[in-house]
């Protein structure tokens, strides 16, 4: 039973092939492409003010440098909410659960701001390993503390995507395991599941959403810090 509870976190296979990449390319066939006309469907524009609404969002905190992010900050929201929520649907696989994955696009885009600092204001990113007016005695400590809470943000970043929603989907599967075992001995139990599982599902579309938008907007102030 404890295994096949973590069974929905393995990567399917066909003949020996990994699907991942299938699953990660699914969502960006959902919406649907531009087109040159004036006039657009209900779902182009929705999907425009959309976008739209999510990199406002996320430029806001940036100023006019950080503007160049746009395209990828938006397009990295938009993959990792579409990505959750489809998850979410029976017998589907999330691959950001995964814990590699979540880190292959952590660290990349972490390093990518750092090295950004580092290039464009190196005085101020060093910097911000020594706080100022630090005791003598202290700053060998204090540089070693701030060193390594900055190496390990995409470390963090990673974790807390796959604990969130490893966590939502295996109380999503025990919950409606309960319900279905508890069926046929006690349905007044079994209707009472029910509803708590309903209210976890809503919860968990939430959940995904906002790990989805907490992801990027800790990238865009790592990246605000240094620019």
Known sequence: MNLSFFDQFMSPHLLGIPLILISLLFPALLFPSPRNRWMTNRISTLQSWFIYTITKQLMTPLNKKGHKWALILSSLMIFLLSI????????????????????????????????????????????????????????????????????IRPLA?????????????????????????????????????????????????????????????????YLQENI
């Open 157 to 221: 970043l990673g974790v807390r995507l796959t604990a969130n929603l490893t966590a939502g989907h295996l109380l999503i599967q025990l919950i409606s395991t309960a319900t279905a075992v508890l069926f046929s001995i006690m349905p007044a139990i079994s209707i009472l599941t029910a509803c708590v599982l309903l209210l976890l599902t809503i919860l968990e579309v939430a959940v995904a959403m906002i790990q989805a938008y907490v992801f990027v907007l800790l990238l865009s102030l």
């Open 84 to 151: 959750n929520l489809l998850g979410l649907l029976p017998y589907t696989f999330t691959p950001t659960t995964q814990l590699y994955m979540n880190l292959a696009l952590a660290f990349p885009l972490w390093l990518a701001t750092l090295l950004t600092g580092l290039r464009n204001q190196p005085s101020a990113s060093l910097g911000h390993l020594l706080p100022e007016g630090t005791p003598t005695p202290l700053i060998p400590a204090l540089i070693m503390i701030e060193t390594t809470s900055l190496l």
